[in-house]
Each structure stands twice: as C-alpha cells, then as structure tokens.
C-alpha cells in the first residue's frame, strides 16, 4: 500500500507564503513524476506543478514565477513554496504521485486527502 500524506496548508492574506509539503511512504519501487494540483468547488482539478525524477519541472501559467516545486527523492517528498500568494489561489491542493510498487509492477497514480489553502485579501 502506497501513502502521500500531506502538511502545510492554512490562511494567509494576500503576498503571503505557504510551504506545502508531501510524504509518500509504503512499497515504493520508483516515483517517477511529483505533482501539485488544486481544486474549487464546482471547477475540475487543474494541475498547478509537476516534477520529474531528474528535476524538469512543469508550472501552470497562472502561478509560474510565484511558485517553485522540488522534491527530495531520497525522502519521496515533494514541497510547494507558494509565495506572493494571491486570493485566486484558494483552493484544495492535492498532491499526486505517478510510481511502481515493484520493479515489474504497472505505474499508478496515487494522491493525498488534499490540504485547503485560503488566502484572505
């Protein structure tokens, strides 16, 4: 069984920064790609950051420049620090992970319960 549990959320006013990190823990063969995604009520689940195993990294339009994502492939952590923080980016952040549990296994998607970040104006 696979884990991603995830820390660092909460209520920050505008410009403000938030550290997002997330754990994956279990059998854990290989992680290829770490990911940041959000959602609000009512709109689908966008993805915000991703990152590879070799460190190439993927931002969404709305938060290059504002956001860096990073991971620690040792610890199979992936952080978000999220700052100049805007109202829009209030939102439930999910983090994701695409991995193997075996060496002969299938790669599958795995996420966490979700964090809640609310940036007040």
């Known amino acids: 069984q696979v884990q991603l549990v995830e820390s660092g959320g909460g209520l920050v006013q505008a410009g403000g920064s938030l550290r997002l990190s997330c754990a994956a823990s279990?059998?854990?063969?290989?992680?290829?790609?770490m990911g940041w995604y959000r959602q609000v009520p009512g709109k689908q689940r966008e993805l915000v950051a991703a990152?590879?195993?070799?460190?190439?990294?993927n931002y969404a339009a709305s938060v290059k420049g504002r956001f860096t994502i990073s991971r620690d492939n040792a610890k199979n952590t992936v952080y978000l620090q999220m700052n100049s923080l805007k109202p829009e980016d209030t939102a439930v952040y999910y983090c994701?992970?695409?991995?193997?549990?075996?060496?002969?296994?299938?790669?599958?998607?795995?996420w966490g319960q979700g964090t809640q970040v609310t940036v007040s104006s």
């Open positions: 994701n992970a695409d991995l193997k549990s075996g060496r002969y296994y299938p790669r599958s998607d795995y």
């Open positions: 990152i590879t195993a070799g460190g190439s990294t």
């Open positions: 279990g059998t854990i063969f290989s992680i290829n790609v």
